[in-house]
């Protein structure tokens, strides 16, 4: 009877141990999109609508984001957030490319394109 009791507690106290469990793992999953949300949040800001920085936002989805990824962080392309270069550096960069690394966009792109892509690119934090 002792034993059976002793053995008794033993499954329950393993039972709720295993229900512990269970509550913090349902508990992890349903956490788990909050998450998702919150890193979600760190992606691009889109520029309001009709500002050159949102031209050059579509701009960049269009012809850029597939090497720079689509939240601007480097892909096969550095990271475009912080860039220190030059309005004039960035515009040969686009215009020209880098040769072997960034086809050129001369033939794409004209001038206010560019400059909408500079302002976009201004506007990504560090
Ligand atoms: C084929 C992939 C590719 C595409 C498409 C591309 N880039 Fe690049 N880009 C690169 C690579 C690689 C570099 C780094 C070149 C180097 O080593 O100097 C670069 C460099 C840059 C730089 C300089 C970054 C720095 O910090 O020095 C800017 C700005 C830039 N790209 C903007 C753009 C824009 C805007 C577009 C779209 C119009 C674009 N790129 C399209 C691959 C690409």
Known sequence: MKI???LKGTILGTA???????IAFAAG???????????????????PAGT???AGYKLFML??????GSDARGDEGPDLHGVTKS?????KIIQNGVKGE????SAKLND???QALIAFIRTLGD
């Open 4 to 6: 059976s009791l002793q």
């Open 16 to 22: 709720a141990g295993l229900a512990a469990i269970g």
């Open 29 to 47: 999953q349903i956490l788990q999109p909050k998450h998702v949300a919150s890193g979600a949040a760190e992606e691009l800001v889109v520029p």
């Open 52 to 54: 050159p920085a949102n």
């Open 63 to 68: 012809n850029c984001a597939h090497c720079h």
């Open 87 to 91: 309005d004039q550096r960035i515009t």
């Open 102 to 105: 960034m086809p050129k966009f």
């Open 112 to 114: 206010a394109d560019t």
